[in-house]
């Protein structure tokens, strides 16, 4: 079996214990692991401090910060394929979308690169005349960043990038399920010539996090997963009163009206729940249809759904490979077992496979007669659609808005004006208007609710791994006044 390391103040070593990574593809070990132990979490988190406060890392230029990161862009494009093929061995997720996501992420820390030295201060036109005033926009310190199996690169990438930026220093937490492409990052990262300890990457279970998250001298957590994680994060972030940010899960409505060009809805409507096999905390995974085209819609959407490649997902021609782990594919049987017994209707899909490894199905849901439902109120993070219809358009935006989420939505219409409606009445950081699934390291990328707080990705992202101080410089030459008036 391959071998990894965990990454700490500049070295790579095994850890104080190890352990199996599955390859979701067959079920059977393909790799040892490091597990982060409640020391090693001490010592990485130590060795981000005092990169932190080396003059290596704090005196370096804004500029040289950027030109570092943009060598770090290059390695990371130019190993690519490699981290590609990892993360596809070790999280199940197909080539064919790993190849080219990954190959995307060093968009994200070329864009962080050009940023590094336009986080820009203030002048404030205070209104004392022998004062001058300014802000200065300083790192936060050092950040604890966890990030969840899919998409660990991307999901990285926004932390890693705005931060290193914005001049803090990380200690990142990979997902003991699938860590094998942040572990190799690692070593790609170690060649970019960036000051020991400025990042380190580490694994492991709840112990790990736990004592990452709570760490006095943690400053900033920022964290990707689902909202129960987040609420003991949460919690542990009252130790240490660190800032947090938080990307969360999604129910997301996918909402397609009568005069919608129907074909291109149904080809964004399998990206958008299909893709990734529905791991994705965007998922479109509520298709809310108008009931005037409901049944020739899903009549085209089964069939794609019925002629999805299912195979192994290092073959450039699967569609669909296995989901990550065991336990999702059985939450998800259990989940629309639930459904069928509260009255929910399974179009096509809905069990296992008969086959080695962690597959299931795209599956259609139809619950015009149980809006209720648990498929409907609970994420699957796998391939699975609800569907709901409606009739008119307030029926469809309060069916939308039906959430504790508030993450992601898509509106499909060749109405100018509706979708306008849409845009403003929809309660979600992200808004796609006939399209779907798309990212930018441009546009900040989060939402509400149960979705989290705080923004990946754009300007806001680099801001949040800063802190405001205001400087004040008296210029007067004159003796200070009366000492016990406030100034």
């Known amino acids: 079996m391959q071998q990894f390391q965990q990454y700490i103040d500049g070295a790579f070593n095994d850890g104080a214990a190890q352990f199996d990574s599955l390859d979701p593809a067959t079920g059977a070990p393909w790799a040892r692991m490091p597990e982060a132990s409640v020391a090693d979490v001490n010592r990485a988190v130590e060795a981000a401090e005092r990169a932190f406060l080396s003059s290596d890392w704090a005196l370096m230029t804004a500029t040289q910060r950027g030109k570092l990161l943009l060598k770090l862009a290059d390695l990371v494009a130019e190993n690519a394929p490699r981290l590609a093929e990892l993360e596809t061995r070790d999280t199940g997720k197909i080539i064919r979308e790993t190849s080219a996501q990954i190959a995307y992420v060093a968009e994200y820390y070329r864009y962080y690169a050009g940023l590094a030295d336009k986080i820009e201060g203030a002048h404030l036109p205070i209104d004392k005349p022998d004062m001058e005033v300014w802000l200065r926009r300083e790192p936060v310190g050092v950040v604890a960043a966890v990030v969840p199996w899919n998409s660990q690169l991307f999901l990285s990438a926004v932390k890693i990038g705005p931060a290193l930026a914005a001049g803090c220093t990380v200690v990142l937490k990979a997902s003991e399920d699938g860590p094998a492409p942040m572990l190799e990052f690692a070593r790609i990262f170690d060649q970019a010539g960036f000051p020991k300890?400025?990042?380190?990457?580490?694994?492991?279970?709840?112990?790990?996090?736990?004592?990452?998250?709570?760490?006095?001298?943690?400053?900033?957590?920022?964290?990707?997963?689902?909202?129960?994680?987040?609420?003991?994060?949460?919690?542990?972030?009252?130790?240490?009163?660190?800032?947090?940010?938080?990307?969360?899960?999604?129910?997301?409505?996918?909402?397609?009206?009568?005069?919608?060009?129907?074909?291109s809805a149904v080809n964004a409507q399998v990206s958008g729940i299909f893709a990734a096999t529905g791991q994705s905390c965007v998922a479109g995974s509520r298709l809310v249809i108008s009931n005037q085209i409901k049944d020739q819609f899903l009549e085209r959407l089964k069939a794609k759904a019925q002629e999805?490649?299912?195979?192994?997902?290092d073959d450039m021609a699967t569609e669909v490979g296995p989901l990550c782990t065991l336990r999702q594919r059985e939450r998800a049987i259990a989940l629309i077992k639930a459904s069928e017994q509260q009255g929910a209707k399974v179009i096509t899909g809905g069990d296992a496979l008969d086959r080695d490894g962690f597959y299931f199905p795209p599956t259609i849901i139809d619950c015009s007669d149980a809006p209720n439902a648990d498929c409907i109120t609970n994420e699957f993070f796998g391939p699975v659609l609800s569907v709901l219809s409606f009739d008119t358009e307030e029926e469809a935006l309060e069916i939308a808005n039906n959430t504790a989420f508030g993450l992601a939505s898509g509106v499909f219409t060749n109405s100018l004006t509706r979708a306008h409606r849409m845009i403003r009445g929809i309660r979600a950081g992200i808004v796609w208007v006939n399209?779907?699934?798309?990212?930018?390291?441009?546009?900040?990328?989060?939402?509400?609710?149960?979705?989290?707080?705080?923004?990946?990705?754009?300007?806001?992202?680099?801001?949040?791994?800063?802190?405001?101080?205001?400087?004040?410089?008296?210029?007067?030459?004159d003796p200070i006044p009366d000492p016990f008036v406030m100034r």
């Open 308 to 313: 999805v490649v299912i195979g192994a997902p």
């Open 435 to 477: 399209t779907y699934r798309a990212v930018s390291p441009i546009a900040p990328f989060g939402g509400h609710g149960l979705s989290g707080h705080g923004r990946e990705g754009g300007m806001q992202a680099a801001l949040d791994y800063t802190k405001v101080k205001a400087v004040w410089l008296r210029t007067s030459d």
């Open 197 to 263: 300890g400025v990042l380190n990457v580490i694994t492991g279970g709840v112990e790990a996090g736990a004592t990452l998250t709570s760490h006095p001298k943690v400053d900033h957590v920022a964290f990707t997963g689902g909202p129960e994680t987040a609420r003991h994060i949460v919690r542990n972030s009252a130790e240490n009163l660190a800032s947090t940010s938080l990307e969360l899960g999604g129910k997301s409505p996918f909402i397609v009206f009568e005069d919608a060009d129907i074909e």
